[in-house]
């Protein structure tokens, strides 16, 4: 399949976990957006909507032209469903995109209480083969998100044997588990991932030992923090969007539900360019995109599964974020003109840069920083509220980022 084969381009699915990155996700790019509730997500603490802010979100992505999808990808338990149900006629009048689901009990449901609803099936329900894609076709769903474990070829393989449409995960945090669906959590804290409670135990330090040897050595990579032999890479797939394109994927999802403003508007600026240009022309490849998604704080990129390469996706020597660049502003406007929101500590003359939507991005020197007052201030702090000189094409909305200095 090519690229001209799809009957549009495909979408950018990025992350909201609150209305502020909401608008961000907006304003960067974002085709569709997914959030969730405080009921049977898997982000329990990821902020989430509750139904005030969920009519204002419904109200801002329908003025934009922006399909809004919520999470409902928990595993119920026997007495959840009427709960259920009550939430759903009350979902019924906002007329939302999609419901993303993974429990069949929870389709079901959503057929009953509200037929007309679009249905998209979740990484969680482990989806690996066609003949899946046309289960959850015949139950009513409208798309499919693709296990991580599959590869290219698996993909191309989909496209050929299913017309549910199809999307996949290209950038965010991994989990060891098949699809995400964990019992560490579970097991060590007593809080579910699959209840949306995960307390992240695969990132913790541990140390192996054999029962009847508590002092023998064990061959296990480690360095001096520790052993993280269940530690994730993140998932970068931005050098692979022209096969996946070609491989007639139609949705492009981001992770990041808990991640900063300044990831939502950095993988949303990244990759709307990407697919854009990629749409026009598959050899349009530009080695700044990638260059763009080192300067938001992650772990070690990797391509997961996709190339069909059997290294284990783990990351054992280092647990800690890489972190080249700092969000030090975010630019608001109000009667007087711009100004700036202070969000992390910089200094006078530090050279600053300037960065929004279309990949426009300007590197400025911070030469003059004031309060509201006019009272002139040797830095910009977290929390504060400052007017600065910015470039001429600076909008409220545009970010700040400093370079961190190099440490040995």
């Known amino acids: 399949m090519t690229t001209t084969e799809l009957k549009q381009k495909p979408e950018l699915l990025m992350p909201a976990g609150d209305l502020e990155k909401l608008k961000t996700a907006i304003r960067y790019g974002a085709d569709a957006i997914y959030l969730g509730t405080d009921d049977f997500g898997l982000r329990a603490h990821a902020g989430n909507f509750d139904f005030k802010q969920l009519l204002e979100a419904r109200k801002l992505t329908r003025a934009a032209g922006v399909a809004i999808y919520l999470t409902l990808n928990a595993s119920l338990r026997p007495g959840e469903f009427s709960a259920l149900e009550v939430l759903l006629e009350k979902l019924r009048p906002l007329e939302l995109d999609a419901y993303i689901v993974a429990d069949p009990g929870v389709l079901t449901t959503i057929r009953k209480v509200d037929p007309q609803a679009s249905i998209h099936i979740s990484t969680q329900a482990n989806s690996c083969n066609p003949r899946a894609a046309e289960f959850w076709k015949l139950a009513g769903a409208n798309r499919l998100n693709l296990a991580r474990e599959l590869t290219l070829e698996d993909i191309r393989g989909f496209a050929g044997q299913t017309d549910i449409e199809l999307e996949c995960f290209v950038h965010g945090a991994m989990c060891v588990a098949h699809s995400g669906r964990c019992l560490i959590s579970a097991a060590l804290n007593d809080r579910s991932a699959n209840r949306g409670d995960c307390s992240q135990p695969c990132r913790w330090n541990y140390e192996l030992t054999e029962k009847t040897r508590p002092d023998g050595p064990m061959d296990v990579e480690e360095d001096e923090r520790g052993t993280y032999f269940f530690n994730s890479r993140d998932l970068c797939l931005i050098d692979q969007l022209p096969d996946l394109m070609a491989a007639g994927v139609h949705s492009f999802k981001v992770e990041g539900r808990m991640k900063s403003l300044y990831y939502v508007a950095t993988a949303a600026r ?34 997961g599964f996709l190339l069909g390469t059997d290294d284990a996706k783990v990351h054992p020597g280092d647990t800690h ?18 100004w700036v929101a202070g969000r992390n500590r910089f200094l006078l003359g530090d050279e600053i840069e300037l960065i929004g939507p279309q990949m426009r991005q300007e590197k400025f020197h911070a030469v003059d920083i004031r309060d509201f007052s006019g009272e002139p201030l040797p830095a910009g702090q977290p929390n504060s509220q400052l007017r600065m ?12 980022r400093l370079k961190r200095p190099v440490t040995p």
């Open 270 to 303: 990244v990759y709307r360019d990407a697919i854009d240009r990629l749409w026009n022309d598959p050899t349009d490849v530009d080695p700044g995109w990638r260059e763009e998604l080192e300067k938001v704080s992650h772990r070690p990129y990797d391509t």
């Open 321 to 338: 974020y890489i972190r080249t660049h700092d969000f030090v502003g975010f630019v608001c406007r109000d009667e007087q003109g711009l």
């Open 389 to 400: 000189p910015l470039p001429d094409w600076a909008e409220a909305g545009d970010l700040l």
